[in-house]
């Protein structure tokens, strides 16, 4: 077995398992406490004062003067599009090295993706290549900018803070300005990862973030959008909430909504896990650390790490191998040795939903597929 010292070091990190999960929720404070209490309250549904409480946290926690729940992070961007003002037949630029709920929930709308490269360093969305997509294919006009390949109007740019590694979000959000793009942060995976010392998500029009079970921390299932926009805000809040026009007994609906709130008893579950949301990121960026001192005496694998303006959450630590058969090798020996890994996702552009969108000079996206692995990134006990 070639990897055997990666995977005896591994199970030393996380002793007394047979089976070490890629990352698995910690319940450590005042979960338990805060779910009773909602019980109690008999507000278990969508609207309560946790609910309220993790939207302030959430504005605390982001910079953000507004903080709007959602039941999970899939809807929290499909609402955070729909409010942009993206409409069918729109393109969305965003990256080919995502989670499948990016380019879900710009499809929700009719939009199509556009999907763009990723930056060798930063795993996220490439500035460079953004800013080249634009110069080669956009058309300025009086409402934006429109894709000269298609006719089609830019709606949106949607880039994707990856494993946790914040991109180079002050540059695109400079190109999107430039360009009168607007700007949604896919920060589901970043909660507690800053850029030059701002919160991901913080930068755009809005940014969206994701509380599932497998994320930094967790509701059960739980979303965010974040805002400065006070419009745009209660706008989402209006829209999630069925478009209820506010009224003591009368049901009045003015647009077509959606039952998108995150329910009180899951928002007392967030409540609880943000307050430890500093001490995880501390312990897992000690097991990053860990990490590091280990591959960095390891031939043939490199440790992801965050660049000098980032300071990332390492939700998922992340291995580059040599090639892809090299990460085969890898991925077989730890997941039937008890260690799970994952390589990282397929290519957007390769599914038969998305075969159809653009996608454009996506080299870099492909050599990170080819080697790439997530190991354990549980807080450790
Ligand atoms: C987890 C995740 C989402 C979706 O969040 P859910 O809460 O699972 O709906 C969206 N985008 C990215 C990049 C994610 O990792």
């Known amino acids: 077995m070639t990897n055997k010292k990666t995977i005896d070091f591994i199970k030393s990190l996380f002793p007394n398992k047979d089976f070490i999960p890629l990352h698995e929720p910690r319940f450590l404070g005042n979960e338990k406490k805060y779910v009773a209490d909602a019980i109690d309250s008999t507000f278990v549904s969508s609207v309560g004062a946790y609910v309220n409480k993790f939207e302030e946290m959430m504005q ?108 180079e979000i002050d540059r695109i959000a400079a190109i999107c300005a430039e360009w009168n793009i607007p700007l949604i ?55 999630t909430t069925q478009a209820k026009v506010p009224h003591a007994w009368e049901f009045n609906h003015d647009h077509i909504g959606y039952n998108y709130r995150m329910p009180n008893l899951n928002a007392a579950l967030a409540c609880a896990q943000l307050e430890q949301l500093a001490a995880y990121v501390e312990n897992k960026r000690e097991l990053a650390e860990t990490y590091k001192q280990f591959f960095s005496e390891v031939e043939g694998i490199t440790l992801c790490e965050e660049g000098k303006d980032a300071k990332a959450n390492y939700w998922l630590n992340a291995l580059l191998l040599e090639n892809r058969e090299e990460r085969d090798t890898f991925l077989s020996e730890t997941n039937s040795n008890g260690v799970m890994t994952r390589p990282a996702w397929t290519l957007m552009h390769k599914l038969p939903m998305f075969e159809n969108c653009q996608h454009h000079n996506i080299e870099v996206s492909q050599w990170v597929e080819d080697r790439l692995v997530n190991i354990p990134s549980s807080v450790r006990l």
Not at 108 to 123: E, N, Q, W
Not at 209 to 219: C, I, L
């Open 185 to 239: 942060e896919d920060a589901a995976e970043s909660l507690g990862s800053y850029y030059k010392g701002i919160h991901t998500g913080a930068f755009g029009l809005m940014g969206t973030f994701s509380f599932n079970g497998n994320k930094t921390v967790t509701a059960g299932g739980g979303g965010a959008i974040v805002t400065d926009n006070e419009e745009l805000a209660k706008f989402a809040k209006h829209l």
């Open 60 to 167: 605390d926690l982001t910079g953000a003067k507004y903080a709007v729940a959602t039941v999970n992070g899939t809807s929290a961007l499909h609402m955070a599009l729909v409010v942009a003002g993206v409409k069918q037949g729109d393109e969305v630029l965003s990256q080919d090295l995502t989670f499948i709920a990016t380019a879900n929930a710009i499809s929700y709308i009719g939009a199509k993706p556009v999907f763009l490269d990723i930056d060798r360093k930063t795993l996220g969305l490439s500035a460079d290549k953004l800013e080249a997509f634009l110069q080669e294919y956009g058309q300025k006009g009086a409402d934006g900018t429109t894709n000269s390949r298609t006719g089609n109007r830019i709606a949106a740019c949607v880039p994707m803070h990856t494993y946790g590694f914040p991109c």
